[in-house]
């Protein structure tokens, strides 16, 4: 019998705009290359797929990133101190659930978007790639 909390991150779907630490290493296009493979990055969750065991990830950055598909916000609205994160929705992969719960929640002490900034984001993703989510 498993435990009530396996029980949860097996039913569990990760909500759009959900923020992950997400490892360098897991990008296979060039967004990281230049950067140690351990090192962290904040990654936004911007879609879920229909069967629920799949999302699209969108790569977070710290550095000042220009284009229209390029979501800047930041995370922590409390904390004058916190950089802007950039988010490249034009860069965004496929990741498995399962390994995506593997991975730590959160960056600077934030889990999710607030609903303003989930709304923007949703505008932000159809305007780039033309979808609802």
């Known amino acids: 019998m ?19 630490a997400a490892p360098n290493g897991i990008w296979a296009n060039s967004f990281a290359s230049n950067k140690s493979k351990t090192d962290y990055h904040p990654s936004v969750v911007g879609k ?12 977070g950055t710290e550095r000042l990133q220009k284009g229209s598909c390029v979501f800047k916000v930041q995370l922590n609205t409390t904390d004058s101190a916190c950089l802007n994160s950039y988010f490249l929705i034009d860069l965004w992969m496929t990741f498995s659930k399962n390994d995506l719960l593997t991975l730590k929640q ?25 979808i609802d989510v």
């Open 2 to 20: 498993k435990d009530w909390k396996q029980i949860l991150y097996d039913i569990y779907a990760p909500e759009v705009g959900s923020i992950w």
């Open 48 to 59: 879920v797929s229909s069967c629920m065991t799949s999302c699209q990830i969108v790569p």
């Open 106 to 130: 959160g960056w600077n002490g934030i889990d999710n978007f607030n609903e303003q900034q989930l709304k923007d984001f949703k505008l932000q993703i159809k305007f780039c790639k033309g």
